[in-house]
Structure formats: structure tokens, C-alpha cells
């Protein structure tokens, strides 16, 4: 069975610029989240959505938004690029919204 | 404080050495707490789940003490491939089903 998947997996942006990230959760989850991991510190948790409503956000500044769609994939999206914002950004799918995630290979952010 | 506190290491241990690893954690309301495990440039992996009666998988027993607020992480008999990154997460269903990491402690087993 097909794990989590993000694309893209690596992505070079210059400050002021945005970005979206994406990912497909593994099939029948219906729970997606989204982590920002920055070197040397552990995952941070930004969003978690749950039949495609918003069910808990993080202390992240409102550049950051996300969505879920019909079918359970997510995106996220950050405006206004800052160079504190490049880090690894991970997608975590769980059945339902109380269940254990599963993270996606993330998705590599570098803003110059 | 942080709400997730680790040891960051690195530990250095032989090939066959039992290895320790400790974590504490700040809100009592926490409900749920995992160890997961992360490789160089990789996403993080559930190692184990960690239950107050304490839970064994092969080489590795976890064990949590909801009094202290302590979680810990034993490996027996250390292999190579145990060399990585070894984040406590705590979850609190009040915020969504919001992990909370540590920073990490690193373990680099040598032959």
C-alpha cells in the first residue's frame, strides 16, 4: 500500500515569494496534518485537518493556511517567504482524527 | 520551558550496549505518548507506542510514569542500524490530535 506522498520534494524560493506544498494522505485516511521541521528541533505542529475542516492550528502567523479537499489530500500554502521559513515541512495522515499519524517523506523548503 | 524536554545527546555506545534515553513533558493533559524514530534527512517513524504499564518490543521497552511526567526508551543489545534521531511525542486531543515533539536525542551506535 502507498504511504503518505508530498510533492514536490524540494523547493528553492526567494524571500516575499509564495509557495504550496501538497499532499496525498494513504487511502481511507481521512486526517491530514501538517508539521514544520526546522534543523536540529523536533517537528511543530501548523494544522490539522479532519473531513476537510479545520481542527486544530499551531502558533503559526496567519502567512500560513491549508486546505483539505474531497478526496482527503491537503495542501498548504505560506505567503510572503521568509528565510526562517525554510525547513522541512511534513504531511502526517491518521485514519480519523484522534488516531496515530503516519508522516510523508516532507518536503524540503529553502528560502534565499 | 519547553513542553517536551530531551536530552539531546549525542550518545556514543559499542555495538551490544544497552542504552537509556529520557523525556519529560509539561502538560498533565496530555493523553497519548510515542517514541518515534528519525534517520538523517528522513521523516520520523513510530518506533512504539508508550503505555503507563510499560510495553516491550524486542530490544526496546518503553515505559511512561504520568506522576513524574516521565517517559523512557530502553534498547538492549544496540545495533548499527539503531544510529538515529530519538523523539518523544506527547499528544493532546484538546488542540486537534496535536503532536508535540522533543528536539530529539541523538544515538550513534559504533562497531
Known amino acids: 500500500d502507498a504511504g503518505v506522498t508530498q510533492s514536490p520534494t524540494h523547493l528553492i524560493k526567494t524571500r516575499g515569494q509564495q509557495v504550496t506544498l501538497r499532499c496525498s494522505p494513504i487511502s481511507g485516511h481521512k486526517s491530514v496534518s501538517w508539521y514544520q521541521q526546522v534543523l536540529g528541533q523536533g517537528p511543530q505542529f501548523i494544522f490539522q485537518?479532519?473531513?476537510?475542516?479545520?481542527?486544530g492550528r499551531g502558533n503559526f502567523p496567519d502567512r500560513f493556511s491549508a486546505r483539505q479537499f474531497p478526496n482527503y489530500s491537503s495542501e498548504l500554502n505560506v505567503n510572503a517567504l521568509l528565510l526562517g521559513d525554510s525547513a522541512l515541512y511534513l504531511c502526517?495522515?491518521?485514519?480519523?482524527?484522534?488516531?496515530?499519524?503516519?508522516f510523508g517523506p516532507g518536503t524540503r523548503l529553502t528560502v534565499l | 520551558r519547553k513542553e517536551v524536554e530531551q536530552d539531546p545527546g549525542p550518545f556514543n555506545v559499542p555495538e551490544g550496549a544497552t542504552v537509556a534515553f529520557n523525556c519529560t513533558y509539561s502538560?498533565?493533559?496530555?493523553?497519548?505518548f510515542f517514541w518515534y524514530r528519525q534517520d538523517c534527512r528522513k521523516e520520523p517513524k513510530l518506533l512504539m507506542s508508550v503505555y503507563s504499564s510499560g510495553n516491550e518490543d524486542g530490544r526496546f521497552t518503553a515505559q511512561l510514569n504520568r506522576a513524574s511526567q516521565y517517559i523512557s526508551l530502553l534498547i538492549r543489545d544496540s545495533k548499527l542500524s539503531d544510529s538515529a534521531t530519538y523523539l518523544c511525542?506527547?499528544?493532546?486531543?484538546?488542540?486537534?490530535?496535536?503532536?508535540?515533539f522533543g528536539a530529539g536525542t541523538i544515538l550513534r551506535v559504533k562497531s
Open positions: 502538560n498533565s493533559a496530555s493523553q497519548s
Open positions: 485537518y479532519y473531513e476537510k475542516e479545520e481542527r
Open positions: 511525542v506527547v499528544n493532546s486531543l484538546n488542540y486537534g490530535n496535536k503532536l508535540v
Open positions: 502526517a495522515s491518521s485514519p480519523g482524527q484522534a488516531d496515530t499519524q503516519y
